[in-house]
C-alpha cells in the first residue's frame, strides 16, 4: 500500500455518519451493475473475515475515481492498459483498491482483538455528523444522490463510517498507559523530522549552487520555522513532516544519523547523499505523536501481511471495462 495512511480514508471525505438504521430492502447499485456481480456475494475474505462485493467495488470506484482525475488535471488521455510497476494501469487500479479493502477489514479485525466497539455516545456524535451533512449538501434527498453517484446508500456509507470510528478509538487506546495495545507498541524510539530535498538530477552542480540558496534564504528569515516548512513544500521531498523509526528505511542510514544528532527544533547543514542535498529539522513532538506513528505502521503491516483469499468473481474482474460501464451508468444518470 506504500505510506497510505492518509489514504486510509478511514473518515471519509464526505464526514459520513454511523447511526444505526435497519437495513433497507437489498438494491443493486451503479457498482453491482457495473461489475455485473451480486453486491453482498462474498469477492474474498482478509484472514477469515468475509468481505462483500459492494466493499471492494466501493474501493475501486474511489480508486479509478482518482486516476481518471489525475489523468484530466495532467492533460494526458487515460489508457487503463498502459503499462506500470507490476502490470497494466488497470492492474495497479485493482491492487490499490485491494489493499484499502484490506486495511478496512484489518480495523476491524483489531477493533474485536481488542475490545473496541462504538458506545451509545460515539454513535450519538456520528448521527450528529450525518445531520449536518445533510444541511451542508441541501438536504438528505440531495445528500443521497451523491452518495448514490458512489454506489453508497444510507446503511452502506453508515457502517464504513463507523469502521473510521473504529479506527480512532484503537489510536486512543494506543495511546492510554497500560493498554495491551499500548503494551504491544512499546516505546517507539523514532524522532520527527521535515526534510527540503534538491534532488541532484542530471545537474548536480547545479543543485549544490540552488542548495546553497536555499540554505541562504533559510538563515535569513524572520521565522525559520514557518520558512523552513515553504521551502520544504516547494522542494523535492513531498512526504512532509515524518517519524523514523531506527532502521525503517525512510532516510538513509547517514541522514537518519544526521537526524539524531539534532536537538528539537534545530536544522541542520546542507547534507549530501546520493540523491541530492538536503536540509533537515528535528521537530518537537510528544511521545503520544511517535506512538500514532508507530501504531499506524503496526495496522498497515498486519493488512499488508493479511491472509487474502480471492473468488473467481474477484479474479475475472476487469478494473477497466469496470471503469467504462460506471462512467456511463453516471452519465446516463441511472
Known amino acids: 500500500m506504500g505510506k497510505r495512511m492518509a489514504a486510509l480514508a478511514l473518515v471519509l471525505c464526505l464526514g459520513l455518519s454511523g447511526c444505526a438504521l435497519k437495513k433497507e430492502e437489498e438494491h443493486v447499485s451503479l457498482l453491482g451493475r457495473a461489475a455485473e456481480l451480486g453486491e453482498e456475494l462474498v469477492l474474498l475474505t482478509v484472514d477469515g473475515r468475509e468481505v462483500p462485493a459492494w466493499r471492494y467495488l466501493y474501493w475501486l470506484a474511489f480508486t ?26 488497470a492492474d495497479y487500479a485493482k491492487d490499490q483498491a485491494l489493499a484499502n479493502t484490506a486495511l478496512y477489514a484489518t480495523v476491524e479485525t483489531f477493533a474485536e482483538r481488542y475490545g473496541c466497539a462504538l458506545s451509545d455516545s460515539e454513535r450519538a456524535a ?47 487506546l494506543c495511546l492510554t498507559e497500560g493498554s495491551e495495545l499500548a503494551e504491544l507498541l512499546g516505546t517507539p524510539e523514532g524522532l520527527t523530522v521535515d526534510r527540503i530535498l534538491i534532488s541532484a538530477g542530471e545537474d548536480r552542480e547545479a543543485a549544490r549552487e540552488r542548495a546553497a ?12 520555522d514557518t520558512a523552513f516548512s515553504a521551502l520544504a513544500a516547494e522542494g523535492d521531498d513531498k512526504a512532509g513532516p515524518r517519524t523514523l523509526l531506527p532502521g525503517d528505511g525512510t532516510l538513509s542510514q547517514a541522514l537518519e544519523d544526521a537526524a539524531k544528532a539534532l536537538e528539537e527544533g534545530q536544522y541542520s547543514g546542507i547534507l549530501e547523499s546520493e540523491e541530492g542535498f538536503s536540509i533537515l529539522r528535528r521537530l518537537v513532538t510528544e511521545g503520544g505523536a511517535q506512538m500514532g506513528e508507530a501504531f499506524d505502521r503496526l495496522l498497515q503491516e498486519a493488512a499488508e501481511g493479511a491472509l487474502v483469499k480471492t473468488t473467481p468473481a474477484y479474479d475475472g474482474l476487469d478494473a477497466a471495462e469496470f471503469d467504462r460501464a460506471l462512467e456511463e451508468l453516471r452519465g446516463a444518470g441511472e
Open 126 to 172: 456520528l448521527a450528529e455528523l450525518w445531520a449536518g451533512q445533510l444541511e451542508a449538501h441541501g438536504g438528505e434527498e440531495a445528500y443521497l444522490r451523491e452518495l448514490a453517484d458512489l454506489g453508497l446508500d444510507r446503511p452502506r456509507a453508515e457502517e464504513l463510517a463507523e469502521v473510521g470510528m473504529l479506527y480512532a478509538k484503537l489510536y486512543d
Open 213 to 224: 540558496e536555499v540554505f541562504s534564504r533559510l538563515n535569513g528569515a524572520e521565522d525559520p
Open 64 to 89: 479509478c475515481d482518482q486516476v481518471r482525475e489525475k489523468y484530466k488535471d495532467s492533460g494526458l488521455t487515460l489508457d487503463w492498459e498502459a503499462p506500470v510497476t507490476g502490470g497494466t494501469l
